[in-house]
Nanobody, 118 residues
Framework: VQLQASGGGMVQAGGSLRLSCVAPGSTWNIYTLGWYRQSSGKQRELVAAVSVHGATNYGDSVRGRFSISRDSAKNMLYLQMNNLKPDDTAVYYC?????????????WGQGTQVTVSS
């Protein structure tokens, strides 16, 4: 299953963006979902995750600024990003943690570019 991210763009530091992610079908509702990002020259990193039951976890660099949520009825995943910083500039991807950990097959998709200017 390929999850498709959207909602990226260019903003100034301090601005906000809301990313969305949709996946066909409902099979992904059994997985913990995450937002990942990859900036130029760096490895892809987990930004935030949300479990099937709604428990959330965030990377240290985004905690307090980003908020992850999921709407299982609509097969949607969201990432609200506030107080954006230039270091947040990256391509953002959504996927299951099971895929990222190599436990199930899948692909990353194209991701959505977020660019934050100072």
């Amino acid at each position: 299953v390929q999850l498709q991210a959207s909602g990226g763009g260019m903003v100034q530091a301090g601005g906000s963006l809301r990313l969305s992610c949709v996946a066909p079908g409902s099979t992904w509702n059994i997985y913990t979902l995450g937002w990942y990002r990859q900036s130029s020259g760096k490895q892809r990193e987990l930004v935030a995750a949300v479990s099937v039951h709604g428990a959330t976890n965030y990377g240290d660099s985004v905690r307090g600024r980003f908020s992850i949520s999921r709407d299982s009825a609509k097969n949607m995943l969201y990432l609200q990003m506030n107080n954006l910083k230039p270091d947040d500039t990256a391509v953002y991807y959504c996927n299951t943690l099971a895929f990222a950990d190599g436990d199930i097959p899948g692909s990353w998709g194209q991701g959505t570019q977020v660019t934050v200017s100072s």
